[in-house]
């Protein structure tokens, strides 16, 4: 392994046996590369997959030629791996939870609540069906008793007409047509606001994850950049190419007196800054979690207003309704005479009409057209946990991620290192 990383990290292959294992390597690296990368851009992207295959290959190819002719190249993608650890890697993870969500939370809490608006559609439309025809009730019942009151015993007493009309019944095409033109208004309304939030939040995860893609790289390239550039830059750690001059020079004294401010890049400890940054990250994780979280409640409690309410529109009961009439015409008979004699008056019975109409209304039916309500996938909960365990894990290594990126430069550019190690020597002693 050591051999294999040393023809890698070397400016020119010294032979062609260096120029094959480089080239194999490089292939390797590009295949492992090209299939992450296809996968990302159809699954986590949502291209297709036509798109997603020519871009992966094209991208292949130019990586191989950059990793195999350009050596500075080498060095930024090998960095590229360990800065996948620190706070850009973070924001890929962040993205690949939002569309996660997006594609998987979103639609699901969008079904439940079209089978809401479904229960209420069928409720308003079966209430509507009982009420009018209750109105049919309403006319029955007011020809017979107009009949009734026709049916007198004397032609003198008998009114011209007792009859009612209702004109309600002829206009329930009309309100028929009116509700399933509303209830279409509104699905067209709801899929148009579903699509236009499915397709901002994928539009928008799109650019911000090839933006995350390209900052990554450019990081990669910025600390490079200043590794070559500034002495002083990432540069407090006790390297053993430091020990082994700080002995040559008999001057060990000077590692265990500045023991407080310096670091080894293989140990386990952290300087208070690195520890509070670790904290300061971890509460912005924590942050990003709690929103997803809400996103991920919404989801369930959708699932179980929709469940209720369809359970509950099933056990509706239809309401009785009774409607009683009690009619009676009597007429007195020369009632004056019955007074003068000091005798109660007699009354003649004309017409006696008692009866009882029962009627249900009814707002829920067999025949509604409802979805089952969709429940939450475990799978995603799954998958979201254990991405954000991943991030928790990266705020705590993004320290030993970066030490990591300074001992690839290190191996890359071995004479820079020795120019670096000699100027952090040259200060120890002046503070010495």
Wanted: proline share 4%; glycine share 4%; with cysteine.
């Amino acid at each position: 392994l050591a051999d294999l990383w040393w023809i890698y990290s070397k400016p020119v292959p010294a032979d062609g046996r260096e120029l094959w294992t480089l080239f194999l390597q490089c292939s390797c690296i590009t295949v492992v590369i090209g299939g992450l990368f296809y996968n990302w851009m159809f699954a986590s992207l949502e291209y297709s997959w036509h798109l997603s295959i020519a871009m992966a290959v094209s991208f292949s190819l130019l990586l191989l030629l950059t990793l195999l002719l350009v050596h500075p190249a080498r060095c930024v993608f090998s960095m590229i791996m360990p800065t996948l650890g620190t706070k850009q890697g973070r924001k890929l993870l962040f993205s690949t939870c939002i569309m996660i969500a997006v594609v998987n939370i979103t639609p699901n809490i969008m079904s439940n609540l079209k089978t809401i608006l479904q229960i209420i559609k069928c409720i308003c439309k079966n209430s509507s069906d009982s009420l009018l025809n209750s109105t049919a009730l309403l006319e029955k019942v007011s020809w017979e008793f107009g009949d009734a009151i026709q049916e007198t015993v004397h032609s003198i007493y008998k009114p011209m007409n007792g009859h009612f009309r209702f004109s309600l019944l002829q206009n329930s095409s009309l309100i028929y047509q009116k509700m399933h033109l509303a209830g279409e208004k509104i699905g067209r309304e709801f899929l148009s606001v579903e699509v236009l939030v499915k397709d901002s939040l994928r539009v928008a995860n799109r650019l911000a994850a090839g933006f995350f893609v390209l900052y990554l790289c450019f990081e990669s390239t910025w600390y490079l950049k200043n590794y070559l550039t500034n002495l002083r830059f990432d540069n407090f750690y006790i390297t053993k190419k430091l020990e082994r001059l700080a002995a040559d020079r008999r001057a060990a004294h000077l590692l265990v007196g500045s023991s407080k401010k310096l670091v080894r890049p293989t140990g386990l400890k952290l300087s208070w800054e690195e520890v509070v940054l670790c904290l300061v990250q971890a509460m912005l994780v924590t942050v990003t979690l709690l929103l997803l979280l809400v996103v991920v409640a919404m989801d369930h409690f959708a699932f179980s207003v929709a469940d209720t309410a369809v359970r509950k529109a099933a056990q509706f009961s239809a309401v009785p309704v009774t409607l009683s009439i009690k009619y009676k015409v009597e007429i007195g008979i020369i009632p004056f005479l019955f007074k003068i004699f000091g005798r109660p008056s007699e009354e003649l019975l004309l017409g006696n009409f008692n009866r009882t109409y029962h009627h249900h209304l009814i707002f829920s039916s067999a025949h509604c057209s409802i979805s089952p309500p969709s429940p939450p996938n475990p799978s995603v909960l799954l998958v979201v946990g254990l991405l954000f365990c991943i991030l928790y894990t990266t705020v705590f290594l993004e320290t030993y991620a970066r030490r990591l990126c300074r001992k690839i430069a290190a191996s890359f550019f071995p004479g820079w290192e020795e120019e670096r190690v000699l100027y952090l020597y040259r200060k120890l002693s002046r503070r010495h």
